[in-house]
């Protein structure tokens, strides 16, 4: 990570778990174990029913809300959906775009992934965009293809101010949940990746603001190492985000 260009952002992805109430008492208990965060900032990314809990249990924190998707539409005939303004007025800062679980299980794809970065921009959400590759596409040595057109179409029609904006997670599909985390050799290859591919379009300046994250089987024995490579700016936390004392380590590390 670099602090001197680009934020640390440490994210938590509680995915399809908790109720409002145990989301209430889930960030009581996180609460205090990462108020102090001075070097990184903490989101956590809840379903859209505990929103309103977690906004109202971290008020006066600096702890920031985010949601796991949005739909790219300003409103209408849509039912089941939410959109960014819905969203942005409930006071949530950062949302999660193209989850792998969500390109795998709900048909968000390349574009429409682009089509919810900008409904997320326009709206003032920080969208933290998902790219990775899957097991056969690591073995089949098509990595850097996979990742490059993800990001190449994610960010279309977007910017270089906007790149400071928004966040990148690079986050191996075959690690996601698996425990088998990325080496911090593989990690920071492909984070380098995409500041390069970043740099390319957007030029020098956007690619050194860009924040990018690494995710996947991130814990509190592995996070150091990753969070020390140049082109890691923090991470995006699934499992261990639902355990205080781990998610807790995570953010330590980012602090140091
Ligand atoms: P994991 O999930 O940390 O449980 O592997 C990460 C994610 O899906 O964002």
Redesign the pocket.
């Known amino acids: 990570m670099n602090r001197r260009y680009r934020k640390t952002i440490i994210a938590g992805?509680w995915k399809m778990n908790k109720t409002p109430k145990e989301a209430r008492a889930l960030v009581e208990e996180l609460r205090p174990l990462i108020a102090k965060a001075k070097w990184c900032t903490t989101v956590l990314c809840v379903p859209f029913v505990d929103i309103s809990a977690a906004l109202k249990a971290t008020r006066a924190t600096k702890i920031a809300i985010g949601a796991q998707n949005l739909y790219y539409e300003p409103a209408g005939a849509y039912t089941g959906e939410v959109s960014a303004s819905m969203l942005a007025e409930m006071g949530v800062k950062y949302v999660i775009v193209g989850?792998s679980e969500r390109r795998a299980l709900f048909g968000d794809t390349d574009v429409i992934v682009n089509k919810k970065v900008h409904a997320a921009l326009n709206a003032g959400l920080k969208p933290i965009i998902c790219v990775g590759e899957s097991l056969e596409e690591r073995e089949q040595d098509v990595t850097a293809e996979v990742i490059r057109k993800q990001v190449k179409i994610a960010l279309m029609g977007v910017t270089a101010d906007q790149i400071r904006k928004l966040v990148i997670a690079y986050?191996p599909i075959w690690?996601?949940?698996t425990g088998k985390t990325a080496t911090v050799e593989q990690a920071g290859a492909v984070c380098t990746l995409i500041r390069d591919t970043v740099r390319e379009l957007f030029g020098a300046r956007a690619a050194r603001s860009l924040t990018i994250q690494y995710?996947?089987?991130?814990n509190e024995k592995n996070a150091a190492a990753l969070l020390a490579e140049l082109n890691i700016d923090g991470g995006?936390?699934?499992?261990?985000s639902l355990k205080p004392e781990s998610f807790k380590a995570i953010v330590d590390a980012a602090n140091q």
């Open positions: 992805n989850h986050e690690a996601i949940g995710g996947g089987s991130m995006l936390i699934g499992g261990a």
